[in-house]
């Protein structure tokens, strides 16, 4: 079997412990943070960087960073239950609100042999550092997508380039927490709250929102590592000048 199989034959068990997004405030404490934080330059091999968005990504190994910070095994066995010892996920730290994707596995990572024995099952953000008096927000959608990483995007804004994400100029199959197909091209509903001024409207289309949670360190947001998610900015406060660095990881289930 091969992870993109499992997704198929398996997508009623993985539908099955689909979740609202959640924020699980002061999950860790500053001692934590920093040593997360550490962990990053500590145990990078390589550095991305990609100018068109400014954003730099160091390049660590996810399961020795749970080997290094054991309290992170512990502290998420207690938030989401028992999950694989395998992991994928990414540090970053940018200057920029990211577009709608979705962080799963993608085709090159699927050349490793332990993805052929796992389905997707749920993602963190650990935000670790963002300016003082700065503003963020992450908003999760009611889509949710199974299969590879995917960035969303029909208005031809990113290009394909190096990225290991599928930009997908066609919309893939999205389903509800239900696992009801959903329409793609239904009219994007403007949030009276929250704006996405890096997405054109067009690529807002078929998308609405399950929750939106603020972006602050020592909190974790805990959602589906299929499900949709964006940067986004409060109305009233439209704050786009700030760094901010996390780490997303993702959570998998071993098929039985």
């Known amino acids: 079997m091969t992870y993109i199989n499992n997704c198929k034959e398996f997508k009623n068990e993985i539908i099955g412990r689909f979740e609202p ?40 190994d996810i399961n020795l960073l749970f080997e290094k910070a054991p309290f992170l095994k512990s502290k998420f066995e207690q ?51 963002i300016t003082n008096w700065s503003d963020a927000h992450t908003s999760f959608f009611d889509q949710r997508h199974i299969g590879y990483s995917v960035t969303f995007d029909r208005m031809h804004v990113s290009e394909q380039g190096n990225s290991d994400y599928v930009v997908a100029r066609e919309y893939p199959e999205c389903v509800d927490i239900s696992g009801n197909v959903l329409n793609m091209e239904t009219d994007y509903v403007r949030q009276k709250e929250f704006l996405f001024p890096q997405i054109p409207v067009g690529n807002m289309r078929g998308f609405s929102i399950e929750n939106t949670l603020h972006y602050n ?8 590592a299929c499900q949709v998610h964006a940067s986004c900015v409060r109305r ?14 993702q959570f998998y289930k071993e098929i039985q």
């Not at 699980?24 to 550490?38: K, R, T």
């Not at 989401?80 to 799963?104: C, E, M, P, R």
């Open 79 to 129: 938030e989401i239950g028992s999950f694989s010892d395998k992991h994928s996920g990414n540090y970053y730290i940018t200057t920029q609100l990211h577009d709608a994707h979705v962080d799963l596995l993608s085709e090159r990572e699927c050349a490793e042999q332990w993805t052929k024995n796992v389905i997707p099952y749920k993602s963190a953000i650990i935000p670790l550092m």
């Open 217 to 224: 360190p020592g909190d974790v947001m805990i959602f589906d």
């Open 21 to 60: 997004a959640r924020v699980v405030a002061g999950m860790f404490n500053d001692d934590e943070i920093n040593q997360i934080s550490l962990l990053q330059f500590q145990l990078a091999d390589k550095l991305k960087w990609a100018p068109s968005s400014n954003n730099m990504q160091p390049v660590c």
């Open 236 to 249: 009233s406060k439209p704050n786009y000048r700030w760094l901010k660095s996390g780490i997303n990881i």
